[in-house]
């Protein structure tokens, strides 16, 4: 079966049970945390080192190449930051510790099959092994609000499943087999000259864009958002916001490009239904965010409206063909982008919260003379989520946009640029509350090393990545590339 080709996975597994077993012999946070970081620097260190590899495993079932391993170092860098970013926030569950390590290294492995998976039915396995640890951590407070936040995620994340696993049976029950390139095969090979030809296949694909947008938080299956993001624990909804959203676009490309990319009219099909979703998207969530007091909320909100931004990509994919990377590499950047701009707000939130007791935007108040690196940290990484210059979020936007222009979806563009318009008058709001507002004290918002390290790591990378673009978007086309050989 191959299993020297999933040594990242493996480690990662490894790291999990050595933290359990840490936390009942060994009870010191600190240790935890680092074997934690060990762990998944090693299995990043591994996917780094298997870079150029392409090949499958599990009766190949697994594909172990460029795109998947892009997506694993960027996962496993999530999870580093996250961890980095608990330091102080984690004494809120001081005797469950040990086990929020091990969650969050499970869900990152099964975050990572996601993305290399090649079958449907063990991207449903891989799905649930991400989605169990998530429904857990994010009542990991135990209290009201988690709680309700966790049953709410809980239930609807079943129901979402429940809608995709019908779909993949759909897809299956047309083509004969769960394998993307299989699928490819047999839709090629049926004849089929357009949408009425075959409903039970559009059926499928519809349920399937349903299934996959509740986890990437599409509109219409997006309600869960707001409550989850604001009952979860900051870091769980730091992790939900990047990690989830990356992996689930990692599966919704794979097999939306390998299985349902030909004939011409299906992937245009399912190009324009992704094109409604993503305006439906933006719109909803920038309205949405704008009377919003809580900063998590907020934040909820702008995870849907960029979510939308990201499907102006998978759009541009449906209306490109099989044969191009035009669309897809433009998603890659974005969303490695957006995982440094969101991690890092929300880092600035975990320690800005943690020295005022609250999550209300009112309560960022003169944060500018409190604590001035702080507050500019923040601002950066708004600007970036705006898509202002010199943040990674402009050249984010700017490829996926141009990538859409170029397949002549100017309407969809205008509208995602007047979103971004809409946008900035919340991410700004913020901003003023910081730099203009009078602070209620004096005193400055102190942290640990660990979060500062993060923080400092996700504000150099959206600098660093939006003055000097090349070097990530020169991995991002090649990720891109090997799913069009």
């Given at each position: 079966?191959?299993?020297?080709?999933?040594?990242?996975?493996i480690?990662?597994?490894?790291?999990?049970?050595?933290?359990?077993?840490?936390?009942?012999?060994?009870?010191?946070?600190?240790?935890?945390?680092?074997?934690?970081?060990?762990?998944?620097?090693?299995?990043?260190?591994?996917?780094?080192?298997?870079?150029?590899?392409?090949?499958?495993?599990?009766?190949?079932?697994?594909?172990?190449?460029?795109?998947?391993?892009?997506?694993?170092?960027?996962?496993?860098?999530?999870?580093?930051?996250?961890?980095?970013?608990?330091?102080?926030?984690?004494?809120?569950?001081?005797?469950?510790?040990?086990?929020?390590?091990?969650?969050?290294?499970?869900?990152?492995?099964?975050?990572?099959?996601?993305?290399?998976?090649?079958?449907?039915i063990?991207?449903?396995?891989?799905?649930?092994?991400?989605?169990?640890?998530?429904?857990?951590?994010?009542?990991?407070?135990?209290?009201?609000?988690?709680?309700?936040?966790?049953?709410?995620?809980?239930?609807?994340?079943?129901?979402?499943s429940?809608?995709?696993?019908?779909?993949?049976?759909?897809?299956?029950?047309?083509?004969?087999?769960?394998?993307?390139?299989?699928?490819?095969?047999?839709?090629?090979?049926?004849?089929?000259?357009?949408?009425?030809?075959?409903?039970?296949?559009?059926a499928?694909?519809?349920?399937?864009?349903?299934?996959?947008?509740?986890?990437?938080?599409?509109?219409?299956?997006?309600?869960?958002?707001?409550?989850?993001?604001?009952?979860?624990?900051?870091?769980?909804?730091?992790?939900?916001?990047?990690?989830?959203?990356?992996?689930?676009?990692?599966?919704?490309?794979?097999?939306?490009?390998?299985?349902?990319?030909g004939?011409?009219?299906?992937?245009?099909?399912?190009?324009?239904?992704?094109?409604?979703?993503?305006?439906?998207?933006?719109?909803?969530?920038?309205?949405?965010?704008?009377?919003?007091?809580?900063?998590?909320?907020?934040?909820?909100?702008?995870?849907?409206?960029?979510?939308?931004?990201?499907?102006?990509?998978?759009?541009?994919?449906?209306?490109?063909?099989?044969?191009?990377?035009?669309?897809?590499?433009?998603?890659?950047?974005?969303?490695a982008?957006?995982?440094?701009?969101?991690?890092?707000?929300?880092?600035?939130?975990?320690?800005i919260?943690?020295?005022?007791?609250?999550?209300?935007?009112?309560?960022y108040?003169?944060?500018?003379?409190?604590?001035?690196?702080?507050?500019?940290?923040?601002?950066?990484?708004?600007?970036?989520?705006?898509?202002?210059?010199?943040?990674?979020?402009?050249?984010?936007?700017?490829?996926?946009?141009?990538?859409?222009?170029?397949?002549?979806?100017?309407?969809?563009?205008?509208?995602?640029?007047?979103?971004?318009?809409?946008?900035?008058?919340?991410?700004?709001?913020?901003?003023?509350?910081?730099?203009?507002?009078d602070?209620?004290?004096?005193?400055?918002?102190?942290?640990?090393?660990?979060?500062?390290?993060?923080?400092?790591?996700?504000?150099?990378?959206?600098?660093?990545?939006?003055?000097?673009p090349?070097?990530?978007?020169?991995?991002?086309?090649?990720?891109?590339?090997?799913l069009?050989?």
């Amino acid at each position: 079966m191959n299993l020297d080709l999933f040594i990242p996975e493996i480690v990662l597994a490894a790291t999990a049970v050595l933290v359990i077993l840490l936390d009942l012999f060994i009870h010191s946070s600190a240790a935890l945390r680092y074997t934690t970081v060990a762990g998944l620097l090693a299995a990043a260190g591994f996917s780094i080192a298997a870079w150029g590899t392409h090949d499958a495993a599990f009766y190949g079932m697994q594909a172990v190449d460029d795109f998947a391993l892009f997506f694993k170092i960027l996962l496993t860098g999530t999870a580093v930051i996250i961890v980095l970013a608990s330091a102080d926030y984690a004494g809120k569950f001081r005797r469950f510790q040990g086990e929020y390590y091990a969650l969050i290294l499970l869900s990152t492995i099964g975050m990572a099959l996601m993305a290399a998976t090649t079958n449907l039915i063990a991207m449903y396995v891989a799905l649930e092994l991400a989605s169990l640890g998530l429904y857990v951590l994010t009542g990991f407070l135990r209290d009201n609000k988690s709680t309700e936040a966790s049953l709410k995620y809980l239930l609807l994340g079943a129901t979402a499943s429940a809608v995709l696993l019908y779909g993949m049976t759909l897809v299956f029950g047309v083509t004969g087999t769960t394998e993307l390139s299989g699928i490819a095969a047999a839709i090629g090979s049926s004849g089929l000259s357009g949408v009425a030809d075959n409903p039970a296949l559009i059926a499928g694909i519809v349920m399937l864009i349903a299934g996959l947008g509740f986890k990437i938080a599409a509109v219409p299956f997006h309600l869960w958002v707001p409550d989850v993001y604001e009952g979860a624990p900051t870091t769980v909804t730091a992790y939900l916001s990047v990690a989830s959203k990356a992996a689930g676009f990692a599966m919704v490309i794979r097999i939306f490009h390998t299985a349902l990319a030909g004939p011409v009219w299906l992937g245009e099909t399912w190009g324009f239904i992704f094109a409604v979703v993503a305006v439906l998207g933006m719109f909803a969530g920038n309205l949405g965010a704008i009377p919003q007091r809580n900063i998590k909320r907020m934040l909820g909100y702008s995870s849907i409206a960029q979510a939308g931004y990201l499907l102006v990509g998978l759009a541009t994919l449906g209306y490109a063909g099989p044969i191009s990377t035009t669309g897809q590499s433009g998603i890659i950047f974005f969303l490695a982008a957006y995982a440094l701009t969101n991690l890092g707000a929300f880092t600035a939130v975990i320690i800005i919260s943690r020295g005022t007791g609250s999550d209300l935007i009112d309560d960022y108040a003169g944060l500018g003379r409190r604590s001035p690196l702080l507050a500019l940290a923040l601002t950066l990484c708004l600007i970036s989520l705006t898509g202002i210059p010199p943040a990674a979020g402009f050249m984010g936007k700017f490829y996926i946009f141009s990538q859409a222009l170029d397949r002549g979806l100017l309407w969809l563009v205008v509208i995602a640029a007047v979103n971004s318009v809409i946008s900035a008058y919340y991410y700004l709001r913020v901003v003023k509350v910081m730099w203009f507002n009078d602070a209620p004290s004096a005193e400055a918002i102190t942290t640990s090393l660990p979060p500062r390290i993060a923080l400092t790591l996700c504000c150099a990378g959206v600098l660093i990545f939006g003055m000097i673009p090349g070097w990530l978007m020169h991995l991002a086309e090649i990720a891109a590339n090997m799913l069009a050989l």
